[in-house]
């Protein structure tokens, strides 16, 4: 398959991986943020490539993984509502809320369905105009965009039985949040490439500076993360902290200009919970204030869902580079993908799913009955 | 955030175990093999069912027979490549064959929706009339329900099977030992591929066909050519992924296989990419994998290639030394990844 064999060639990526051997002198520590990264590099074996002074930390970018539970509570009291259609990716239906997920939602009645695209979505609800139909608006910079798009024409056709329940995240704004940490252990970033083919990498600059940190725009196929790898360790020995891109073939430095545009006239920019982070102000897309009619939360007058989370997974650890999943007493054994105890089981990009299902794991423990669940 | 501390670590408290059943049961992953080993297998245990193979193999006299059935329940009904009625007879048809049986006869359970068109019903009749004149197999008794418009889903069938495993065959995963080769009948996941898109209207730009074909005719020709079939398998709902795992479970032994080795069409692996499947776990409905000594495998291939059913059969790995039942896949780039089965639905991820 032209243009994706190309970035799997097995002697390319041993050479990529030689030419890394031979450049670095001492250990480097390189979060990639991106899930899709993450699950390239466990799946195809990119880090038993590396030589051992390279240490790679998975970083947040895994948009199932940061969607807070309350915003699943959110959305699995919409679903249940009998007028309603709910409409969502199709990862988010296994992520726990406080109790439940959408699929158990499901399995209880609500109509909960499986789209590809917000578009997807808008086309029931023109098929449906008796019922009210309410996508989950999830993701990254990158599924902004067509749910803006999606927003933007229900706005133009008129359709009023659409609705969004949006929680939208940035990146940029979590790298930060990583590196301010007093503690962080990151030395350099593979930024996320798809993430940069909507929105450019104008907002990288200032962030290498600050912090004096190289940022190299990586994609996503094997030879890319290798290639990626390979400028931002050279930049480390070389002591240079710039901002370069490894994927120019499909990043711009101003990004899309179309997609910017729809997103800067359909959203504003809002404080947002990250799922085992907590709160980053700035970094998260809320519905601009001329298209709150779309917004699921005014609509439905919904109660205030904090999330009750319980301590036991360590998925804040994980999301910010700080732990690796084996080392979560309940990987493999209490948490696995049928019975997650956090997002990052859940999410093909979730990191703990990524070494579940591509490196050995413990076996499972019998899973908590249900007298031991709580109420 | 202003600083370090205010970093929670939020996590969601654990969901009911399998309170209820999700579909994931249904998937053919860890979830099946959960509800079979918790609730089936301790309930019927014996010796016949305890052998975990695709059918069960029975003794009467000097007889050895397979037995074997399945239930249907595509969405849509008519797909490219087939419907639900030659699915029917064929997925039996296989499951006998990997028992390594000749097939004979088959009984088939028919449940109907009220209001369900007659003239589908003809045409997937017609459909499991050519396709078990195709296995040589007939269809000896059977049953009708129809249940009230709403309870049901057009139209539900189950098929059951028995064939008689003849001479001195013996298939199972007992028999898998170290140094065995791993052979591919074909490339992998146009059923799921074909399903999925007919079902979603996902247009490609080329029409994928399901792979649904009666498996009993090169799994025949091996043994007539008198290939020593160690184990077989045919690969269903959990992909090529959950097939090598059940058997290595079964069998406790470690496969290594190669991603370079497997054969994926290039309009499945475009899908797949663009839905971010693993062709791996993709439904296949004409495609098993074989274990056979090193020495007969060259033998076993060139049968395989003679036969329609298997021109595209390949060696995708063997059986190394180790009891853990662990599969290990060698990736493109020369990386080492363990195959697990299917955990729960296969899902389109987000982006």
């Not at chain 2, 998937?27 to 099946?32: F, H, N, V």
Request: charged share 20%; proline share 6%; aromatic share 6%.
């Amino acid at each position: 398959m032209k243009y994706v064999d190309e970035y799997r060639d097995g002697d390319a990526s041993q050479q990529c991986a030689e030419t890394i051997r031979q450049l670095v002198t001492r250990p480097w520590l390189i979060m990639e943020i991106c899930g899709g990264q993450t699950h390239a590099i466990v799946r195809y074996g990119i880090d038993q490539l590396l030589p051992a002074e390279v240490e790679l930390l998975h970083g947040p970018g895994c948009p199932v993984c940061v969607t807070p539970s309350g915003s699943i509570d959110k959305a699995i009291e919409i679903a249940a509502r009998p007028e309603v259609i709910f409409t969502s990716f199709g990862d988010m239906l296994r992520v726990p809320g406080s109790s439940t997920n959408l699929m158990n939602a499901r399995a209880q009645g609500g109509d909960v369905r499986i789209v590809y695209s917000p578009l997807d979505a808008l086309q029931i609800a023109r098929e449906n105009p008796e019922r009210t139909v309410v996508f989950f608006a999830v993701g990254f910079e990158t599924t902004a965009p067509a749910t803006a798009m999606a927003v933007y024409q229900a706005r133009q056709l008129g359709i009023e039985n659409f609705l969004l329940l949006v929680s939208h995240v940035l990146v940029p704004p979590a790298m930060e949040a990583i590196l301010s940490s007093p503690d962080t252990r990151v030395q350099g970033f593979l930024a996320a490439g798809h993430v940069c083919t909507v929105m450019g990498y104008d907002e990288y600059p200032p962030i290498a500076a600050k912090y004096q940190i190289p940022i190299v725009v990586t994609g996503f196929e094997p030879l890319d993360i290798l290639q990626g790898l390979l400028m931002c360790l050279r930049q480390l020995e070389e002591g240079r902290a710039e901002v370069e891109n490894q994927y120019a073939r499909s990043v711009r430095a101003q990004g899309n200009q179309s997609a910017r545009k729809m997103l800067r006239e359909v959203f504003e920019v809002v404080p947002r919970h990250w799922r085992g982070i907590g709160e980053i102000p700035q970094s998260g897309l809320g519905l601009a204030p001329a298209f709150a009619d779309f917004d699921a939360e005014g609509r439905f007058g919904l109660a205030n869902h904090s999330g009750g989370d319980s301590t036991e997974c360590i998925s804040g650890l994980i999301l910010q580079g700080r732990a690796k999943p084996a080392a979560c007493p309940a990987f493999g054994k209490r948490c696995t993908p049928e019975h997650p105890l956090g997002a990052p089981m859940v999410s093909s990009e979730g990191a703990c799913a990524a070494y579940y299902r591509h490196r050995a794991h413990a076996s499972p423990e019998p899973v908590a009955s249900e007298s031991e669940a709580p109420a | 955030m202003s600083s370090k501390d205010d970093f929670t670590l939020n996590c969601p408290t654990p969901l009911a175990a399998d309170a209820e059943i999700s579909l994931a049961h249904g998937s053919g992953g860890a979830l099946t093999h959960r509800l079979l080993e918790q609730l089936f297998l301790p309930a019927f245990h014996n010796p016949m069912l305890d052998a975990r193979h695709d059918g069960a193999m029975l003794e009467l006299g000097d007889t050895r027979l397979a037995f074997s059935t399945d239930s249907y329940v595509v969405q849509p009904l008519f797909f490219p490549g087939g419907n639900i009625g030659d699915l029917a007879i064929n997925g039996t048809v296989s499951d006998l064959a990997m028992c390594g049986a000749r097939p004979h006869y088959l009984s088939a359970g028919l449940i109907l929706e009220e209001g369900f068109p007659m003239e589908q019903l003809e045409g997937i009749v017609s459909s499991m009339q050519c396709a078990a004149r195709r296995a040589d197999v007939q269809l000896v008794t059977g049953d009708t329900k129809v249940v009230e418009k709403g309870c049901g889903d057009g139209i539900f069938i189950n098929t059951s099977g028995i064939g008689v495993i003849e001479g001195n065959t013996s298939v199972a995963p007992a028999r898998v030992e170290n140094g065995d080769l791993i052979i591919l009948s074909g490339d992998l996941g146009r059923h799921g591929i074909a399903v999925m898109a007919a079902r979603e209207g996902l247009d490609f730009g080329v029409t994928i066909a399901s792979d649904t074909a009666p498996l009993s005719l090169p799994v025949l020709s091996l043994l007539a050519a008198g290939i020593d079939l160690h184990c077989l398998r045919d690969l269903t709902r959990g992909g090529l992924a959950t097939a090598l795992v059940e058997v290595a479970e079964t069998a406790q032994a470690d496969f290594s296989i190669k991603e370079r080795a497997i054969p994926v069409s290039e309009p499945v692996r475009g899908a797949c990419e663009i839905l971010g499947l693993d062709p791996l776990y993709v439904a296949n409905e004409g495609r098993f994998v074989a274990w056979v000594a090193a020495a007969e495998a060259e033998h076993a291939l060139e049968i395989m290639h003679g036969h329609p059913l298997g021109t595209g059969a390949c060696i995708i790995g063997r059986v190394t030394e180790g009891d853990h039942g662990a599969v290990t896949m060698e990736t493109h780039i020369g990386g080492k990844r363990a195959i697990d089965m299917l955990s729960g639905e296969q899902l389109p991820r987000i982006c």
